[in-house]
C-alpha cells in the first residue's frame, strides 16, 4: 500500500513537475505568467491521441507529434502575449494568456468535439512486483521521463550556452541584452521550453485519464501551487515541491480518504504564503528581480 | 501679488454635471429597466449590472491600489452563499441576508488582505487564485453546509419587506444599487483614503515616506473589493434565485479581472464600460452558436494587446484627439 501510494504519487507530481518548471522558466525569462498553460497540456494529449486513432501512427511518433505541435502553439503565443504586451501591467498579460487559453479550448472543443478520447501509454500496461506491492509500468514511465526531462532541463539550463543566455535574461534582460545575448530569441526558445514540457505531461498523462477538454485545468493550477510551495524563485524547488505535492496528495487519498484532497494543493499554497512566502528552497520574495 | 487661486480648475459644467449626473443616470437605469419589453435582454442588463458592481470593487483593489486579484469569484461565492443559506435556512429577510453577505465576504477579504502584504503583483495573483480555488472546492464537498453539487435554491424573499416579484421590480432595484456602488467608489477615489491607495499603487516607498500606512491601504482595498464582490454575489443569488458550485470558478475571477483590465483601469467608469461590454459580448455573439467563445477569446486579446490602456482611456484619447482638432478648428 505505501510503495503504491509513493509510485502513484511520484507520478502524478512528475506530471506536476513538468509543468512547475516549464511555467517558471517562461516566468523567468519574460516575466510572464501563463495560464494558458492548461490548454498545452490537452492539445498535446488530443493531437497524439487523434495522431495515433486516425494516422495510425506508433505511440511514439504520435506522442512526439504531440508534443511538437505543442511546441508551435507555444511559440506563436509568444507573438500575441508577450511581444506586444511586454512592457505593458501585467494584469493585461494575465489576460492575454488567459484569452488564449479560451481560444485553445475553443478550438480544441471545435476540431475534437466533447466526447473524450483515449491515449494508450507508450509502455504496456503490465503489473510488478515491487517490494511485495504491485505497480503498474505506466506509471513507472511516467516517473523516468518526467525525472529525465526535468533534469534535462537542469542541465540545459545550467551546463550549456543557451542555458546561461536563459539565466542571464532572467536575471536582467537589458544588461543581457547589452552583453550580445538576444533576448527576443531567447523569450521564444523559453516558451518552446515550456510548451514542450506541458505537451508531454499532456502525452504521459492521458493513459492514467481520458483525454478530455478539461485534461490540464487542475493538473496546471496544482503545478502553480507548487511552483510558490517550492519557493517562486527555484526551478529544482518546484521540481521537488511537485513531486512532494503528488506524494502527500496520493497518501491522504489512500488513507485518510478522497474528499478533499484536491484542496491540499491549495491550502498549503496559503499556510505558505502566510507562513513562509520563500517558499521552500527559496531565498528572496517579491517582484521578479 | 498674485493671488493663488484655491478653486478647482475643473470646469464649471463638469461640477454641475456631476452634481446632476446622478440622478440623471439613476433615473436612466430605472427608465431602461421598465422600457425594456423584451425579459431575455432585460436579464442581460441585470447580470451587467450585477457585474458592474463586483468590477467597480476590483477596482478599487486593483486598479486604485494595484493589488491584482485572481480569487474574486471566491467572494462572489461567499456573498452569494451566506445570502442564500440565511434566506432558506433561517428564513431571514432578503435584504438582512444581502447585509450578512457583504459583512461576511469583507471579513474574509480582511483575511486574505493579511498574505497581501507580503506579496506584490505575480505572487499575489497565484495566491488569490489558490484562495479562489479552494472556495471553489469547498463548495462542491462540504454538502453538509453548501449543498455541494446541487447548491442552494429557492433562495426568494422580500427586501425588507419589499417583494421583488418581477424582472422589471429586478431591473429597478439592481440597476439603482449598481448606481449606487458607482456613485460610492467615485467618492472612495478622491477621498484621502483614494489618494493614500493611489501613492500606495504608484510607489510604495514614496506613500510610505509620507506617512501613509501601507498595512492599513493594502488591507482596506482588498476588504473594499471583497465587499462589493460580495453584494454582487448576494444580488445574483437573488436575481437567479439559486446558487450552485460551477458559477464560482476560476473563469469568474478572471471575467471581473478582465472587465477591469479592459474596460481601463485607471478609471471606475472604465470597470463599468468593460462590465457590460464583457458581459454583453458573449449574448451578441450568441447567434453564432459554437464558435462564439472562440470569437470572444480573440476579440478579449485583441482588445488586450491593441488598448492595453483599457477601452475607456482608448476613448477619451480618442474623444481628446477630436476635440483638440475641433477647437483648432474654430480658432483658425
Avoid: C
Amino acid at each position: 500500500m505505501i510503495v503504491q501510494a509513493l509510485v502513484s504519487g511520484l507520478a502524478i507530481g512528475g506530471i506536476y513537475a513538468l509543468l512547475a518548471v516549464g511555467f517558471l522558466l517562461t516566468y523567468q525569462v519574460s516575466g510572464l505568467l501563463n495560464f494558458a498553460q492548461s490548454e498545452f497540456v490537452m492539445i498535446g494529449a488530443f493531437v497524439a491521441s487523434a495522431a495515433a486513432a486516425t494516422l495510425g501512427l506508433p505511440l511514439v511518433a504520435a506522442g512526439v507529434l504531440g508534443i511538437g505541435v505543442t511546441a508551435v502553439v507555444g511559440v506563436l503565443m509568444e507573438r500575441v502575449t508577450y511581444r506586444p504586451l511586454r512592457n505593458k501591467p501585467h494584469a493585461s498579460m494575465i489576460i492575454s494568456t488567459v484569452a488564449v487559453g479560451i481560444i485553445l479550448a475553443q478550438a480544441g472543443h471545435l476540431i475534437w468535439g466533447p466526447q473524450p478520447r483515449s491515449l494508450p501509454s507508450m509502455v504496456p500496461n503490465v503489473s510488478l512486483d515491487l517490494f511485495g506491492a504491485r505497480v503498474s509500468t505506466v506509471s513507472l514511465f511516467i516517473i523516468v521521463v518526467a525525472v529525465a526531462l526535468v533534469v534535462g532541463q537542469h542541465l540545459l539550463l545550467t551546463r550549456t550556452r543557451l542555458g546561461r543566455q536563459l539565466q542571464a535574461t532572467a536575471v536582467d534582460s537589458d544588461t543581457a541584452q547589452l552583453m550580445g545575448i538576444r533576448t527576443g530569441l531567447l523569450v521564444i526558445i523559453a516558451f518552446a521550453i515550456s510548451a514542450v514540457m506541458a505537451g508531454a505531461a499532456g502525452v504521459l498523462v492521458a493513459p492514467l485519464f481520458s483525454v478530455t477538454l478539461g485534461l490540464g485545468t487542475l493538473i496546471a493550477l496544482k503545478a502553480f501551487a507548487a511552483t510558490v510551495i517550492g519557493g517562486f524563485g527555484s526551478l529544482p524547488g518546484a521540481a521537488i515541491a511537485a513531486f512532494g505535492l503528488g506524494i502527500v496528495e496520493q497518501f491522504v487519498g489512500s488513507f485518510i480518504g478522497t474528499g478533499n484532497r484536491d484542496l491540499i494543493a491549495f491550502g498549503l499554497l496559503l499556510v505558505f504564503l502566510v507562513a513562509r512566502p520563500q517558499g521552500l528552497f527559496g531565498s528572496k520574495v517579491g517582484e521578479k528581480l | 501679488m498674485t493671488a493663488i487661486s484655491v478653486t478647482s480648475t475643473v470646469p464649471r459644467w463638469r461640477t454641475a454635471a456631476s452634481l446632476l449626473g446622478w440622478p440623471v443616470l439613476a433615473a436612466l437605469v430605472v427608465g431602461v429597466a421598465l422600457g425594456i419589453d423584451d425579459n431575455y435582454w432585460l436579464q442581460v442588463l441585470i447580470s451587467a449590472e450585477i457585474m458592474v458592481v463586483a468590477a467597480v470593487g476590483l477596482y478599487i483593489t486593483f486598479g486604485l491600489s494595484g493589488q491584482v486579484s485572481l480569487g474574486q469569484a471566491g467572494f462572489f461565492a461567499v456573498g452569494g452563499y451566506v445570502t442564500g443559506l440565511l434566506v432558506t435556512r433561517l428564513a431571514l429577510d432578503y435584504g438582512v441576508a444581502l447585509v450578512a453577505g457583504i459583512v461576511i465576504s469583507a471579513l474574509v477579504g480582511l483575511a486574505l488582505g493579511f498574505p497581501s502584504l507580503r506579496l506584490r503583483g505575480n505572487f499575489l495573483a497565484l495566491a488569490t487564485l489558490g484562495f479562489g480555488q479552494i472556495v471553489a472546492l469547498v463548495l462542491i464537498n462540504w454538502t453538509w453546509l453548501t449543498g455541494g453539487a446541487n447548491g442552494v435554491r429557492n433562495i426568494i424573499a422580500p427586501f425588507f419587506g419589499l417583494e421583488l416579484r418581477t424582472i422589471p421590480d429586478w431591473g429597478v432595484f439592481v440597476g439603482l444599487i449598481a448606481v449606487a456602488s458607482v456613485f460610492v467608489v467615485t467618492r472612495i477615489r478622491s477621498s484621502s483614503f483614494g489618494r493614500a491607495m493611489q501613492a500606495v499603487r504608484d510607489s510604495e516607498v514614496a506613500a510610505s515616506a509620507m506617512g501613509i500606512s501601507l498595512a492599513r491601504v493594502k488591507i482596506l482595498a482588498f476588504v473594499i473589493g471583497a465587499a462589493f464582490a460580495g453584494l454582487a454575489g448576494g444580488l445574483n443569488a437573488g436575481f437567479v434565485t439559486y446558487v450552485s458550485p460551477g458559477t464560482y470558478d476560476l473563469a469568474l475571477s478572471v471575467s471581473i479581472l478582465a472587465m477591469v483590465v479592459v474596460g481601463g483601469a485607471s478609471s471606475p467608469w472604465g470597470a463599468v464600460v468593460g462590465a457590460v461590454l464583457l458581459t454583453f459580448l458573449p449574448e451578441v455573439l450568441r447567434p453564432v452558436q459554437e464558435y462564439y467563445l472562440l470569437i470572444y477569446g480573440v476579440l478579449l486579446l485583441l482588445m488586450v494587446d491593441f488598448a492595453p490602456g483599457g477601452i475607456w482611456a482608448f476613448l477619451r484619447r480618442v474623444a481628446g484627439v477630436v476635440i483638440g482638432f475641433v477647437s483648432k478648428g474654430a480658432r483658425s
